[in-house]
């Protein structure tokens, strides 16, 4: 071989080599300016997560929403500041007996289970009025929603008639449907349609599933919820007339038989 072909290779090889260490510095540039990218675009992701995460839990839920509503769609039959006055019974009836519950209470099923259709069939007779006041702290104390939702469903079978209202308010309690404390099944709208169609007057009714599916009436449930919150009264079942709590014969607690509540209310109107 001659010196200058060896040096002619010499020199191709250098050139060779040249070409290749520029062609891998640009694959190493783009290499990092795409890391350096990728890198980019998941912290923005990152903060965008926390972000939206910490939107997500300042956000009101639906409840809190309901809660502050300024505009409230009330059933029918109720009367007062955002409907709720629920009184059911004959105006002729001279006395009311206030009555406060809270529907995921098992206490209140207790009662109704043993009183609930005593006071129907007085209320009925015209021996006074019941002025319902719902509560929904157990959804607090135990977590979820149901007695919340189970308010609403009430003001639902409300907007239907008072005697829809009664019944199904009894279904609820009922020892067939009533569920333990800490299930929260009365979350569940389709329960509480189930529930329902064991009253005559809500089986199959189409307005009372739409206005339950809705929440038609979850910004009224909140209200009345409120009222009981500003009623001063401390636990469920409460019964009280001309502001005077109606109890078992030598308790502190509300009478959980029919007679027992017999006596104390006859005692009560008499006062």
């Known amino acids: 071989m001659s010196k200058r072909n060896s040096q002619a290779n010499k020199a191709a090889a250098r050139e060779r080599l040249r070409a290749e260490r520029e062609r891998q510095a640009k694959k190493d540039k783009?290499?990092?300016?795409?890391?350096?990218?990728?890198s980019v675009v998941a912290a923005l992701a990152v903060v965008g997560g926390i972000s939206y995460g910490v939107m997500?839990?300042?956000?009101?839920?639906?409840?809190?929403?309901?809660?502050?509503?300024?505009?409230?769609?009330?059933?029918?039959?109720t009367s007062g500041k955002d409907g709720t006055t629920l009184v059911v019974g004959k105006s002729s009836a001279k006395k009311t007996l206030e009555l406060y519950e809270d529907s995921r209470c098992p206490v209140c099923a207790t009662f109704e289970q043993g009183v609930g259709e005593t006071v129907s069939k007085d209320v009925e007779a015209g021996k006074y009025k019941v002025q319902y006041v719902g509560a929904t702290f157990i959804d607090n104390?135990?977590?979820?929603?149901?007695?919340?939702?189970?308010?609403?469903?009430?003001?639902?079978?409300?907007?239907?008639?008072?005697?829809?209202?009664?019944?199904?308010?009894?279904?609820?309690?009922?020892?067939?449907f009533h569920p333990e404390e800490s299930d929260d099944k009365f979350a569940?709208?389709?329960?509480?349609?189930?529930?329902?169609?064991?009253?005559?007057?809500?089986?199959?009714?189409?307005?009372?599933?739409?206005?339950?599916?809705?929440?038609?009436?979850?910004a009224w449930a909140m209200k009345m919820s409120k009222t009981f919150d500003n009623s001063g009264?401390?636990?469920?079942?409460?019964l009280k007339m001309d502001d005077k709590k109606i109890t078992a014969e030598g308790s502190e607690n509300a009478p959980m038989t029919a007679d027992e509540f017999t006596k104390a209310i006859d005692k009560a109107l008499k006062a």
């Open 141 to 176: 104390t135990d977590n979820g929603e149901g007695s919340k939702n189970a308010l609403s469903a009430l003001g639902a079978a409300l907007d239907v008639s008072p005697e829809a209202f009664m019944e199904y308010k009894a279904a609820l309690y009922s020892a067939e």
């Open 56 to 77: 997500q839990l300042n956000k009101p839920d639906a409840w809190e929403a309901a809660a502050d509503a300024k505009n409230v769609t009330a059933p029918k039959n």
């Open 233 to 238: 009264v401390q636990g469920t079942p409460t």
């Open 30 to 38: 783009t290499r990092k300016q795409v890391v350096v990218a990728v």
């Open 188 to 218: 569940k709208d389709s329960y509480l349609i189930e529930v329902a169609n064991s009253v005559d007057a809500l089986k199959g009714n189409k307005d009372f599933q739409k206005n339950v599916e809705d929440g038609t009436y979850d």
